[in-house]
């Protein structure tokens, strides 16, 4: 009893946060759920259960305070060839065998994976989605919704990219649009700052669907050359009643069990949404103010269970996603149960309140997702990570650069890769240290060896023995190593019987006696 009362009270205590972000995260993640389902060639349903599913089950299941998931955009090429190649019933056994695979995975611990992403990659990686936010927002902002809401990918699927997308759209502007977007704008900057008591508690993003649609309303009926037409708002399908419900549910096919393409289609589904959901839970918990930490082996099994629910009512396979996690702390989210009010909003309005939600412009939303594109990639955030050094700035943009260009798991990888060479550079400079000194009137050149010396320092060790002068005194000591790589263990062995061609008085001091291979402590 004691902790259900404890439950509750939490329950109860986090409520004045997490409904407001639920619905917030609920408003962001609609369009989401359906642009991703469009270019996937899926039913647009099956975005929304992948949505519901995401956030009614995983949220629960999840140890994550602040995640949210759902439709992912950076399955949806995978998604697309899939159905393409098999159709959409057998794809729906491979998002099973996705979830399956999902749960062994968390089971034996491969969520660990997750430490191995560098802290300036994780930031760039952030950075990056703020900045393809806003120029992928721009064009819906101004009325060219042409490209689908939530592609984050350079190449989209209209044959344009990112930047060619912004010269088109600039050819096709709509006032009506652009009136919405721009009050949409100056609402999401100054509602809290200008609004007191019960109004500062409702969230802007609310006032803004609001906004947006009641002056769309007034366009159609006063101003008929300003409205925006079906293309322009949110469109989901149409629910009446339990039969029009299970029509819209569709069931996998599972004598496709067999298949071998199936089953590669859902074992590349795993690894690809497991990569992308540890991504976005390490991107999410840095932005969460409590500094919380999520336990990604949890997490892993949590989208299973997602992933299997989801596919078998027909829904998409689901990732944590960091839009909608980024859209969930912005809003002031405290628990998970933010991410469930969102999926408990999405699952009662589709059902009841569909003829609302089909009169929210799109120019709108983008002006929700244009302010959380600018909190994600401020200006502040490239002067701290520039102050913390090069080796973390250059990883930190080369990430943004590359995730820009391309999509997010091409730039991710691209960013470790440059992370990784500055370890390495760090790593060849730390493989020892070097001190001159007299002894009895002679120079005495002194290396001491660094406590962990592996195969990567055998280039700069080796380099300095060369470059020491012929008829010198050198004293190389391994007293604070406590490893040795076999590597390096040969160069100084070599460079024994080369020192007596060159000259060198040469002395090797503690080395132990495990990393012997033809000296023995000498001194």
């Not at 989605?129 to 689908?148: E, N, S």
């Not at 503690?510 to 001194?523: A, V």
């Amino acid at each position: 009893m004691s902790l259900l009362h404890n439950l509750s009270k939490q329950i109860s205590a986090n409520a004045k946060y997490d409904i407001p972000s639920g619905i917030v995260v609920f408003v962001v993640a609609l369009p989401l759920c359906l642009g991703i389902a469009l270019a996937s060639k899926a039913p647009l349903f099956a975005g929304i259960i992948a949505g519901i599913v995401g956030g009614l089950v995983v949220a629960l299941l999840s140890g994550s305070p602040l995640s949210v998931s759902g439709p992912a955009a950076g399955l949806t090429v995978i998604v697309l060839n899939a159905i393409t190649e098999v159709g959409y019933n057998a794809f729906l056994v491979g998002v099973l065998i996705a979830g399956s695979v999902q749960i062994i995975l968390g089971f034996i611990k491969a969520g660990s994976i997750s430490l191995l992403f560098p802290s300036s990659v994780i930031r760039g990686m952030l950075a990056a989605i703020g900045i393809i936010l806003i120029l992928k927002q721009i064009p819906h902002a101004i009325g060219y919704d042409v490209d689908y809401e939530g592609d984050l990918s350079f190449e989209q699927f209209d044959k344009e990219n990112t930047f060619s997308e912004l010269l088109r759209a600039y050819q096709s502007l709509n006032k009506g649009a652009i009136i919405i977007s721009v009050l949409s704008l100056l609402v999401m900057v100054f509602w809290n700052k200008i609004t007191k008591g019960f109004l500062k508690s409702i969230p802007a993003p609310l006032i803004v669907v609001v906004i947006g649609s009641l002056l769309n309303i007034l366009f159609v009926e006063k101003i008929p050359t300003l409205a925006l037409s079906k293309e322009h708002l949110v469109l989901i399908p149409e629910i009446k009643g339990l039969d029009s419900l299970k029509e819209l549910l569709i069931f996998p096919d599972f004598g496709e069990v067999t298949n071998f393409k199936v089953w590669k289609i859902g074992l590349t589904l795993a690894v690809v949404a497991s990569i992308e959901t540890l991504l976005s839970i390490e991107a999410v918990d840095k932005l969460d103010p409590l500094k919380r930490h999520t336990p990604t082996n949890r997490e892993l099994k949590a989208q299973g269970v997602g992933n299997i629910l989801s596919g078998i009512m027909g829904g998409l396979p689901m990732t944590a996603v960091i839009v909608r996690g980024t859209a969930n702390v912005s809003a002031g989210a405290r628990s998970k149960l933010s991410s469930f009010y969102h999926g408990l909003f999405l699952l009662l309005c589709v059902i009841f309140f569909h003829e609302i939600l089909n009169r929210i412009p799109l120019a709108a939303l983008a002006a929700i997702l244009l302010v959380i594109g600018y909190k994600l990639t401020n200006i502040g955030l490239y002067k701290a990570i520039f102050k913390n050094g090069v080796e973390q700035f250059v990883p930190f943009i080369s990430t943004i650069l590359a995730i820009v260009v391309t999509d997010l798991l091409k730039g991710i990888i691209v960013g470790i890769i440059v992370a990784i060479v500055f370890i390495l550079r760090r790593n060849l400079k730390l493989a020892y240290s070097c001190s001159m000194k007299e002894d009895e009137h002679t120079k005495v050149m002194r290396l001491d060896l660094a406590e962990e010396v592996s195969f990567l320092n055998k280039a700069s060790i080796m380099t300095m023995l060369r470059n020491i002068p012929d008829y010198s005194k050198v004293i190389i000591d391994g007293s604070k190593a406590k490893y040795i790589d076999y590597d390096v263990i040969e160069i100084l062995n070599d460079f024994k019987i080369t020192a007596k061609t060159r000259g060198v008085d040469l002395q090797i001091e503690n080395i132990k006696e495990s990393y012997d291979i033809g000296y023995k402590n000498e001194k």
